[in-house]
């Protein structure tokens, strides 16, 4: 099977691809080509340090998605079966200061990959969404499900919903096989280190407190499911092998913890006997969500299982890879934190 991944280069896509390549579960089934234009997130720095370069099943092409001649050359050189769209402007933050580049490549982006997989008459498209597209939960509403309104609440999550329209529509106007998947928060190995979990570990590596969005109303009880990494790259495949077109599959990790007690969380395994000594408070972004948690029955019905049950231990390891790799990080914190203050 011919896989093409958009973003390939990126956290999550560079993660997907080592599974694809690597894991017994595939089974050496794919070879893959990675269309990704290395934005500052995903300069090539994951790929090249994984050594998935060296495999002759694995094509990188340099592109941006919302060139459409960057994405037929990739169909026509590579005239891929599968298509699974990772390629995104993912930091809300970035989305408030400016949401043009999310618009650009999340929506327009996304047509142009969509009319491509017409063209070519594939056998699936695998939209990756997020749970941010379900809006703001209260501390005890249920848990969101795939049939629920769509509110997003930032701009980045309001271009992942018109992609999912887009993705949607072409279903049902061109007959295109779609899945769309909405993953909770992620983490594990190579995420880039302004994001909440590798930016809390890198800065108390560095002796640098935990930023922690605070007020009196609200001390840092914003609450989010996580997933480890792999196993939302696990679901991700399973789902366009098993999901059934046309269909929405929620991919949450069922660990909600407040953003106070994560930060807590991470301070004790660095030793912190006074945790306040360990996180800074900041204002809350315009616009906070205050929880997101997802249903995951869909998914379990098609057989699917979770490996990384434990958060606890899962979150150990990701501190411990970010301590034995800081040759991986350093230069990519140090970049953008020149260029761009949160």
Not at 195 to 218: C, F, V, Y
């Amino acid at each position: 099977m011919r896989v093409l991944v958009t973003g390939g280069s990126g956290f999550i896509g560079s993660n997907f691809i080592k599974y694809l390549l690597t894991d017994k579960e595939v089974d050496g089934k794919v070879s893959v080509v990675n269309l990704d234009k290395l934005t500052y997130a995903g300069k090539g720095r994951n790929i090249g340090h994984m050594d998935l370069h060296q495999d002759d099943r694995y094509v990188f092409i340099q592109g941006d998605i919302v060139n459409p001649d960057d994405v037929d050359y990739a169909f026509s050189k590579f005239s891929p079966d599968i298509v699974f769209n990772f390629a995104a402007e993912s930091h809300v933050d970035r989305s408030i200061i400016n949401a043009v580049p999310f618009i650009r490549s999340n929506i327009f982006g996304t047509e142009v990959l969509l009319q491509a997989a017409k063209r070519k008459g594939l056998e699936r498209f695998v939209q990756i969404s997020t749970d941010e597209v379900y809006g703001s939960l209260s501390p005890n509403a249920p848990s969101s499900t795939e049939s629920d309104m769509l509110t997003p609440r930032s701009k980045y999550a309001a271009s992942k919903a018109g992609a999912e329209h887009l993705v949607q529509s072409s279903h049902e106007e061109d007959g295109l096989s779609t899945v769309i998947t909405r993953s909770s928060n992620n983490f594990g190995p190579y995420q880039f280190p302004e994001k909440l979990i590798p930016r809390a570990i890198t800065n108390l590596i560095d002796g640098k407190p935990i930023p922690l969005m605070w007020s009196e109303e609200n001390p840092g009880l914003n609450i989010r499911d996580w997933i480890h990494v792999q196993d939302n790259c696990r679901a991700i495949w399973y789902v366009s092998e098993y999901g059934n077109e046309g269909n929405v599959y929620n991919i949450g990790g069922g660990n909600e913890v407040a953003n106070i007690n994560l930060a807590t969380i991470i301070a004790l395994e660095f030793g912190f006997e006074d945790t306040e000594e360990a996180i800074q408070h900041v204002e809350h972004r315009t616009g906070h969500d205050f929880r997101y948690s997802l249903d995951c029955t869909k998914l379990k019905e098609l057989g699917f299982e979770f490996r990384h049950q434990d958060f606890l231990e899962g979150l150990r390891q990701t501190i411990q890879w970010y301590r034995e790799n800081q040759s991986w990080w350093r230069p990519l914190k140090q970049e953008a934190e020149s260029t761009y203050q949160k």
